[in-house]
């Protein structure tokens, strides 16, 4: 494991609330320009004479400061806006925030003291078709990666290159457009590498360091030159051939079999269809990190760059509450029955709680998720009704009844975590942590519940250590809640 240091992000400071506040209740209803939301999240509002307020959610991204004063996107941690709109108007009638501050340890390494290390990178783009899937996957997988550009294509796909670096990603030169070096003349070079360099004028933000010369010719002459500009010349250790076309099976073996601490991959985003490339990325880049590997730029790679801070969860703050939520249990393992669930997320904590992927550990306990991208949120059936739970949000409902929940469920990296004991006693199942184990075990219970609710006393429901997590308020308690509200039991 890498050698991190123990302090995290400040704690939040009233502007780090306010301006993402603003920066949200500026933005329209409409969140089309933000290619963070869940698909499906941005299509049209639908006319309905229903008088019912439709509701929908909205991702904004966070970011976080680099080293040197660069600030780039974290993936996975989401700023949300809620909204509840009059059907009939299409005007907001409730608007519910929930703040986001990721919680970030900045990495001091030494040679050695870091997990194996590869740097993937594509030559011949930035293509407007395929370089964005390649940066979507990247992204995903919180991963980066190297773009060697041709200069001549930088001027018409400088908003790819921007998301580019502001992903974390490096960008590159490989000329202007793909002349062998070793047949220009110095002065020639030197001029390729000039006008490539005023290309990347205003758009690449960062020290531009490397360039690959096309077709990887480089003879003592055309290194001293690219070395005379202030470039350093970048070759590479694994090569698929992706540019032929193979297919993406091939592709991805090649580079898992040839995988290596201190590897360079050469791929192609550009100079032809590469979709093969595209696929074959979505099957390396989890399989890397999955084998432990860090997937870095060329310059982090070779030490002349700082990787930026590593995100361990976030700091949720909805309405008044603030909630620290805590990543790094990636040895935690969730059974089912005896069975161990596999997760896309390893599980987080709030408050000493777990919050665990929910689809495949509701899944495995018999009640099948369905996800809603327009109010970000899951339902499934539990014991005694249908259970709706939206996420970063205190919003929990059991048959259209609303609950009292002192833990909110989460989206992050991706993925719906919901607590552990939410989830359990929902399916009238039990949880336990078995601490030398580091294991959170669900044994499945009956799935009924013979409790008649009119006969029920105030009903409140604790961990195991006594904490109470979830109540029903009796109608004794409902006038001290906001507009009156029903809740119901758990």
């Known amino acids: 494991m890498p050698a991190l240091s123990s302090q995290s992000s400040p704690q939040l400071r009233p502007l780090t609330l306010i301006i993402p506040a603003l920066l949200l209740l500026a933005c329209s209803a409409s969140s089309a320009a933000w290619p963070w939301s869940p698909a499906g999240q941005n299509s049209p509002m639908h006319s309905t004479r229903e008088t019912q307020p439709v509701e929908t959610a909205d991702l904004f991204p966070t970011w976080a400061d680099w080293p040197g004063g660069r600030r780039v996107m974290v993936p996975g941690v989401y700023h949300t806006r809620r909204m509840r709109m009059d059907a009939r108007t299409g005007r907001p009638v409730e608007i519910e925030l929930t703040l986001a501050e990721p919680r970030l340890v900045h990495s001091h390494r030494t040679a050695g003291d870091h997990p194996p290390r590869i740097a993937l990178t594509f030559d011949d783009g930035p293509s407007a078709t395929h370089t964005p899937q390649i940066l979507d996957v990247f992204a995903e997988h919180g991963a980066r990666c190297t773009l060697f550009t041709l200069g001549r294509l930088v001027g018409s796909h400088r908003q790819i290159l921007r998301r580019a670096e502001q992903q974390g990603n490096e960008i590159a030169m490989h000329s202007w457009w793909h002349a062998d070096y070793t047949g220009l003349s110095n002065a020639q070079i030197r001029a390729d590498i000039a006008r490539c360099r005023a290309a990347l004028e205003g758009v690449a933000e960062q020290p531009v360091r490397w360039l690959r010369p096309p077709y990887g010719n480089a003879d003592a002459r055309v290194r001293q030159v690219i070395n005379d500009a202030g470039l350093r010349v970048a070759m590479w250790s694994v090569d698929p051939l992706d540019w032929r076309n193979p297919g993406s099976d091939v592709v991805a073996q090649h580079i898992l079999a040839h995988a290596r601490d201190g590897a360079v991959v050469v791929l192609h985003d550009g100079g032809g269809n590469r979709a093969g490339t595209v696929a074959a990325m979505r099957k390396v880049v989890p399989e890397l990190k999955k084998r432990g590997f860090e997937l870095v730029t060329l310059s ?85 009704g249908e259970f709706v739970v939206k996420l970063n949000s205190l919003d929990v ?17 991706g993925t719906a975590m919901l607590p552990v004991w939410l989830m359990a006693n929902a399916c009238g199942a039990t949880v336990r942590w078995d601490a030398d184990t580091r294991t959170v075990e669900f044994t499945s219970g009956p799935r009924t519940d013979r409790r008649p609710r009119a006969e029920e006393s105030l009903m409140t429901l604790h961990r195991s250590d006594g904490t109470r997590v979830c109540w029903w308020p009796r109608s004794s308690l409902l006038s001290r809640l906001p507009g009156g509200e029903d809740f119901a039991a758990i």
Do not use: N
């Open 397 to 413: 409902r059991l048959a259209g009844d609303r609950l009292l929940v002192k833990t909110p469920s989460i989206y992050y990296h």
């Open 300 to 384: 982090e790679l070779t030490g002349l760059a700082e990787p930026p801070p590593v995100e361990r969860g976030m700091r949720l703050t909805i309405a008044d509450q603030v909630f620290d939520v805590k990543a790094d249990f990636d040895d935690v393992k969730v059974i089912v029955d005896g069975v161990e669930v596999e997760l896309a997320e390893p599980p987080v904590m709030i408050d000493d709680q777990f919050l665990a992927h929910a689809r495949p550990v509701l899944d495995r306990l018999g009640s099948p998720v369905r996800w809603d991208p327009e109010t970000l949120a899951v339902a499934f059936p539990g014991v005694r």
